[in-house]
C-alpha cells in the first residue's frame, strides 16, 4: 500500500492564524488524497479529499492542495478556531480501499 | 441512517475474558473495516469485509481475534482470551466506493484489567 509521511507532527496556532500540514506520497499512480479529522473520544472523520485530476479544492475555510511533480499535497486551514483543535490524518490509500494511518497531526488552536 | 454506531462505547474485561464488538455500517456501504488505535498513534488496519466476504486480514490479527459479516450488513468482531495488550479503541468504518471515503464509528474502547 502507499505510505505516506506527514509534518509536522505537531503544530500550534493563534486563534486566526492559518495552518498548513503536509504529507508526501511515493507512489505516482496515487489518484486520491483525503484528509481526516480525529477529536478526542471520536473516531476520525472526513473533511475534505481531492483526486488526482484536480490541483485544489476548496470548502469554507479548508483546502487540499496537490503537487503531482513533487508528489505532495497540503491541508490549509485559514482563520483557525478552537474547535479546529484536533489531530489530522492524510492516509495512504491502496487499490483495495484500505487506508494506512500514519501518525498524524496534532493540531492546537490557542484562543 | 445515523452514521456507523458501535456498541458498547466502552468495555471493561479481565484478562483472559472473550469479548465480541458489533458495528452496524451506513445501510448502503458495501465495505466495512475495522481498524485498532491505541494512544498517540493513527488507526492499524485489522481486517476489512466487501458484502458478507472477508477480503483482507492484517498480520496484526492474531489468531484470538474473529470478525465477521454474516448478512453483509452488520459486523461483529469477537477477541478471546485478551490480554492487556489488547487495550484500545476499536474502530469499525464502512465505505461505498473504492478508493474510500469512510464514515467512521465513534469506537469502542477496549480496557483489559
Known amino acids: 500500500g502507499e505510505n505516506v509521511e506527514q509534518h509536522p507532527s505537531t503544530l500550534s496556532v493563534q486563534e486566526g492564524d492559518s495552518a498548513v500540514i503536509k504529507c508526501t506520497y511515493s507512489d505516482s499512480a496515487s489518484n486520491y488524497f483525503p484528509w481526516y479529522k480525529q477529536e478526542l473520544g471520536k473516531g476520525p472523520q472526513l473533511i475534505i479529499d481531492?483526486?488526482?485530476?484536480?490541483g485544489e479544492k476548496k470548502d469554507q475555510r479548508i483546502a487540499v492542495t496537490l503537487n503531482k511533480t513533487a508528489k505532495h499535497f497540503s491541508l490549509h486551514i485559514t482563520e483557525t478556531q478552537p474547535e479546529d483543535s484536533a489531530v489530522y490524518f492524510c492516509?495512504?490509500?491502496?487499490?483495495?480501499?484500505?487506508?494506512?494511518f500514519g501518525q498524524g497531526t496534532e493540531l492546537s488552536v490557542k484562543p | 441512517d445515523t452514521g456507523v454506531s458501535q456498541d458498547p462505547r466502552h468495555k471493561i474485561t479481565k484478562r483472559g475474558q472473550n469479548v465480541t464488538f458489533r458495528c452496524d455500517p451506513i445501510?448502503?456501504?458495501?465495505?466495512l473495516y475495522w481498524y485498532r488505535q491505541t494512544l498517540g498513534q493513527g488507526p492499524e488496519f485489522l481486517t476489512y469485509f466487501q458484502n458478507e466476504a472477508q477480503l483482507e486480514k492484517s498480520r496484526l490479527l492474531s489468531d484470538r481475534f474473529s470478525a465477521e459479516r454474516p448478512k453483509g450488513s452488520f459486523s461483529t468482531l469477537e477477541i478471546q482470551r485478551t490480554e492487556q495488550g489488547d487495550s484500545a479503541m476499536y474502530l469499525c468504518a464502512s465505505s461505498l466506493y473504492s478508493p474510500p471515503g469512510y464514515t467512521f464509528g465513534s469506537g469502542t474502547r477496549l480496557t483489559v484489567v
Open positions: 492516509p495512504g490509500n491502496n487499490q483495495g480501499g484500505k487506508l494506512i
Open positions: 445501510s448502503e456501504h458495501n465495505r
Open positions: 481531492i483526486r488526482s485530476n484536480v
